[in-house]
């Protein structure tokens, strides 16, 4: 059994999108929302480093992208502009993490995307 270690977010999340089956049981902004936090929490209890500087702003992008003024986090947000379609928001996450990775100069594996 081969022990896979994913220290980068942004690549995780590349894989998601790739079998969200394999991960989160089906496509669902709110399921990928939970994994998300799950991830994050299991890398700060065993105090490695979750890839802070390229994920944390992503809340702040898309407030600036959608002209957001009130606090709400950005999954909520997508899941308002799809009319709570999990399926609807799942896809428009990725539309969104793929301009803010670009914008970003974020670099990812090429077999992650």
Known sequence: MSAYKCHNIIELLYMIKQKPGLYIG???????????????FAMKCEGIDYDVITYNNFNEWIADKYNIREPILWDRYLLDLSNNNQDVAFDLFFENLEIYVNDNNIKISDNKK
């Open 26 to 40: 089906y496509k669902s902004l709110q399921r990928l929302r939970c994994f998300i936090d799950g991830y994050r």
